[in-house]
């Protein structure tokens, strides 16, 4: 494994024992309010949090003389764009929030998932869903419906930048997806929220147990500079 691969599973690893609430708190204070992907839901209960890379997928309207059973077939498909997709990504669709027709089905999942993707998040809604939850492909999305894609989407490209759920997604950009929803994490930015992230998981634990002991939230949450004193004093 190289230097650069091992940095990589590092900060995965790193990230994947944070909240997505946490994140947020932390971008927040960067000055990044719209890091939460709208409308990207667990498909499943229980399903794990899950850190990735985005493999960005764009649909624009429905338009009839291009959104066509034959356009599954062209070069630039969903199909071509699944097999272009790296093992461990997190494939991220712009579909507009519509949810009248499902951008994958259960064969395109299965297909996913056989390649090694790591979830799928969208802000539109899948199809054949009895069979997309038995692929084991993690899945984030609208809901479901019927139809299928070209019955109110037209699809364009992918590894471009995107707007998913009203966020603006770059390629490799870094996902984290769990109970709370999708949140994105700017590549830019994914070294600097890793190192902050599990200090404020403590700090937030060690506030946990004091509120369970009984402990008023004034001056505690957040912690003024006695009770930051005993937070510091509590990890000696």
Known sequence: MTSEASDENKLIETLSGVTTATLTTILLKKGLRNVWL?????????????????????????????ATPESWSSPTSTRAAIEAMPEGCIAVVDAMGVTDAGIFGDILCARMHKRGVAALVTDGVVRDVAGVRATGLPVWCNGVAA??????????????????????????DMIVIDEDGAVLIPASLVEDVAALAPEQERLEGWIMGEV?????????????????????ASKK
């Not at 019955?151 to 603006?168: D, K, M, S, Y």
């Open 38 to 66: 709208r409308g990207a839901r667990p498909l499943n209960p229980g399903q794990p949090r899950i850190v990735g890379r985005a493999f960005t997928l764009r649909f624009v309207p429905a338009r009839e003389d291009l």
């Open 212 to 232: 369970e002991a009984g402990v008023p939230l004034p001056g505690l949450y957040p912690p003024n500079a006695e009770n930051k004193a005993r937070y510091e």
């Open 147 to 172: 139809p299928p894609s070209v019955a109110g989407l037209t699809f364009v490209n992918w590894q471009e930048p995107i707007a998913c759920g009203g966020v603006a997604v770059y390629p490799g």
